[in-house]
């Protein structure tokens, strides 16, 4: 039987923060009650002194474990990730996301979704933090992503060309142990130098439906890389369950994806990192100058249409290290969220969109004890997520 007490905290539920201090207490991984801390037995506060399990840290707030529903732990984050990997072992790559995969998670962020990795290896990371071999995240991961021959990211795509080879390719990455499949719809901004554009349809609509069909017949969501508005299109009328970047979403496509429950993951913060950096290759820096503006329209229209907006930092990517998950809260406030809506699109609304609402997400009793005690009030100063105090996981202190 093990015991943790977080007494005398703030509490983030994982939708709102509640109105005075509270006691969580944790039994057995599991979160056993939230009660005002006057309502907590005498016993039990002298049995987790005793056992050395209490947690007391004043003006501390404690929040869900985050969640990062797009980044890449085997990319390293530097100016040109892609190069990084042609000059490493495999081994090499894979030791280094082991190592990402412990500092992502002693950043307070407990459930990650990794959308690409060469030779599926952030499958392999997945399987061993679940065997308990390496400290890290919950990951859900894709491994290689699906996309057309010469498409967007083919450095870890499976290329195919037709319905049949795309179901062979679910097919394929189900088997080797995905639980999330990655597409891509469209071309991107960091892509290859010349002859790719965001605007390019990539998987076709009967390739897209076949994928989406097969997934979800086995259980699976499936995210689309998605920028220009037609492949945004092609995804949403093929039952996509994630739009990820989604920068040239339409009002009237917002509307639609509200209306089947579609997710966006909008990665605000690495189109700000490509569109800023010195470092990055002059083609990519201004393709990303020029959709920036875009950007933010899409994220307004998606808000204003009641879209459900998930907190994905891209992480890996060019010039954003990881963990990048406080920058991309900051950048959903900076586009228009609450401090509190930023918070719940990496707590609770994340965890819906991972189909994992009523496990993690939340401080709530019967909830998985995936959880963060940072320094500060969150709601009023974001930098306080910077201060990761404790970070539990499965009611096991990692941090
Ligand atoms: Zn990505």
Redesign the pocket.
Known sequence: MSLLVFHEARVFDGEQMLAGPRSVVVRDGRIERVVEPGELPEGLLAEARASGSLIQQPGATLLPGLIDL?L?LIWDGSDDPVRSLALETPEQTLLKGVGFAATTLRAGITTVRD??SVHDQAIRLAEAVERGWIPGPRIIASGRSIVMTGGHDPFWGLAVDGPAEALKAVRTQLFAGARVIKVSATGGVYGRPSGESVDDVELLPDELRAIVEQAHRRGVKVSAHAIGQQGIQNSIDAGIDTI?HGHFLTPEQARAMAERGMALIPTLYVYQCLAESPNIPAYARAKAREVIDRHQQAFTDARAADVLIGAGS?AG?PETPHPALIEEIEALVNGGLTRAEALRAATADAARILDLGDEIGHVRPGYRADLVLVDGDPTSDLTALRRVRRVAQGGILRA
């Open positions: 797009h890449h959308l690409g990820e891209d990517s």
